[in-house]
């Protein structure tokens, strides 16, 4: 129900979260300073533990920002804004395909569905 009255009313909707952000943006800015600072200890912690249980992952996207060049466009749509690398096998850390970032979140999506 929820989701046929979004999208009948998307353009609406994203235009009333847009104005309500610049309106309240230095609240917002306060917010998540403070935010950050009360629980920056956590999220180190959690950034270092997502390193070490995913070295193979991390180690590729490093290997491959240095050594690999994006295509010029999307190999899905043919696109050429907000290009990223996807790494189909980690294991073949140089081996990527060039994705916009609309294409690169649904395969994503599709792979968590996949796995579930």
Known sequence: MWLAYYQENRAKILSQQHKYKEEHREENRIRDRKYYQEHKTQKQI???????????????????RYHVSLAGNCSNCGGTEQLERHHPDYDKDLEVVTLCKKCHSRLHATLKIEEA
């Open 46 to 64: 959690v950034h270092k533990n997502y390193s070490l249980t995913n070295r193979l992952k991390r180690l590729a996207k490093e290997r491959a």
